[in-house]
């Protein structure tokens, strides 16, 4: 659940110039809420986002939409609360776009880490700290702004949060 609240996070990063419902699984919870895109960011849509999948020199590459589902680690499944199989997305099967961040301003979203493991609820003000490229890892996800030509970016601004590991519920 907690990847999902990543991606959920991702997906209503600044792209959105208003507050965006979403919700957050955890333990059968659903609480709802909204997500204020923090102050340093573009107001304006994004050009990518998705996971990243590989970085190097600066340069991510970035998979964009299509994300699979498979099992947990070693592709065995995770049981849900009922015992049935749970999928859980990871990348692939989307398109791959080649960002370089070189000159970029970065920001990690940090959001979640600033509510102590409590769930989301009402309206929550997004929050970012100045990052590097280095910051960024493999499954991060990233929301780019920048100039596009074709299936390369070059990056104006990138925030990305962290993967969060899965966390089996008792």
Not at 29 to 58: D, H, W
Request: net charge neutral; glycine share 10%; hydrophobic share 35%.
């Amino acid at each position: 659940m907690l990847v999902m609240a990543a991606l959920l996070l991702a997906a209503c990063q600044p792209a959105a110039q208003a507050a965006t419902p979403q919700s957050f699984g955890a333990g059968g919870q659903r609480p709802n809420f909204q997500i204020q895109p923090a102050q340093e960011l573009p107001t304006t849509q994004p050009v990518v986002t998705g996971i990243v999948v590989n970085q190097a020199n600066g340069v991510l590459t970035v998979s964009e939409g299509n994300f699979n589902f498979r099992g947990g680690a070693n592709g065995t499944p995770r049981p849900t609360s009922n015992g049935t199989p749970r999928p859980r997305p990871t990348p692939g099967g989307g398109t791959e776009i080649q960002v370089d961040a070189s000159n970029a301003q970065v920001y990690q979203d940090v959001t979640f880490a600033n509510l102590n493991g409590q769930p989301p609820s009402g309206t929550i003000q997004q929050k970012v700290e100045t990052s590097n490229v280095d910051g960024i890892s493999d499954n991060s996800r990233v929301t780019v702004w920048g100039d596009r030509n074709g299936d390369q970016i070059v990056a104006k601004v990138i925030v990305y949060s962290q993967p969060r590991p899965f966390q089996q519920q008792p």
